[in-house]
């Protein structure tokens, strides 16, 4: 039996429409978004609820970082027993109330380092010598 095909929101066919936007949208009065600029996000637990963070992992990053929903009485839980974490005192996780000021939250901190970026092999860590160029054998 064949897949029942997607509606198209607006104005774009199906399949150029992100599945993550779908998540983001419309953020209920009793939810937050958070965003985070780990790796592979981050499973966050208080007693038996866990909520997982979508990280730079997640089909949909703004400046580096994924953006999930989370029930905002747990966030605030949350946030108050992990504020003195360096994700958190670092900016790599954030709280905001709507997805206008989580995309520019994240845009506006593009630049935060989480330490777990990849290398830059046009600039080699000290002691190593760098690849050269593609294309041109080094001798």
Known sequence: MAAKPTQARAGKPAWEQDEDSEQLEGVKSNQVLVGCKLPQ?????????RVTLNGTNSSRIIGG???TRVDESF????LKLHADTRAVRN???FVQSNVKD???EARDNA???NGME????NKPVHDVEGLG????VQE
């Open 41 to 49: 996000g981050l499973h966050i637990h208080i007693n038996e609820t």
């Open 102 to 104: 989580a995309e520019a």
């Open 111 to 113: 630049e935060n380092k």
């Open 133 to 136: 160029k593609p294309g041109k």
């Open 75 to 78: 966030m605030e839980q949350w």
């Open 91 to 93: 900016g790599l996780i």
């Open 65 to 67: 970082y994924g953006l």
């Open 118 to 121: 990849g290398v830059d092999f």
